[in-house]
């Protein structure tokens, strides 16, 4: 069973493009979650999503940032119109249920230049 | 969400038990008493969970406080691998206070001398 997949593991990208952040979940996992943290900052809880539903977005920035998990294919982080502040690791995790363990991916890094 | 409160930073030695505490006062009944640790560079990795009863695994034990309101993490014998931060997170289901996402504090850091 392959761990959470998050791609790319690097992403560089201008100002005022769009970077989409792509994470894979755990086979039999219904549960994502995305992670932010800046450099040397602690992990912030963005957003979590169970299979096409939001269930807390209460850490997603107003504007801007998007995400989504739909019926089929891998849970997206959609960032418009990047701002050198969104240089950030970015880390998507999956659970089979809310009370579980949860399981990390290594992660994206983006850099805005 | 339901606070815990951690040392800041640790050390051990190579080869020794560490005892990593948690105080978790405000848990509610509902609430999982999750341990990850960040490698530096890497994603979180989850270590171990628990609800009342004291919990084993490959990686570490977990000692759960009779009241639950504090707990501690033990690495039986630390290895250099070991050095990270280790978070300390209450986890609960539908109608807990700390359902579905999992709020990192600022962790405690453990550095292991050789």
Partial sequence: ?113 | DAKTTQPNSMESNEEEPVHLPCNHSTISGTDYIHWYRQLPSQGPEYVIHGLTSNVNNRMASLAIAEDRKSSTLILHRATLRDAAVYYCILRGNAGGTSYGKLTFGQGTILTVHP
């Fill in chain 1, 1 to 113: 069973n392959a761990g959470v997949m998050q791609n790319p593991r690097h992403l560089v990208r201008r100002r005022g493009q769009e970077a989409r952040l792509r994470c894979s979940p755990m086979k039999g996992h219904s549960h994502v979650y995305w992670y932010r943290q800046l450099p040397e900052e602690g992990l912030k809880f963005m957003v979590y999503l169970q299979k096409e539903n939001i269930i807390d977005e209460s850490g997603m920035p107003k504007e801007r940032f998007s995400a989504e998990f739909p019926k089929e294919g891998p849970s997206i982080l959609r960032i418009q119109q990047v701002v050198r502040g969104d240089s950030a690791a970015y880390f998507c995790a999956s659970s089979p249920v809310t009370d579980s363990e949860a399981f990390f991916g290594q992660g994206t890094r983006l850099t805005v230049v």
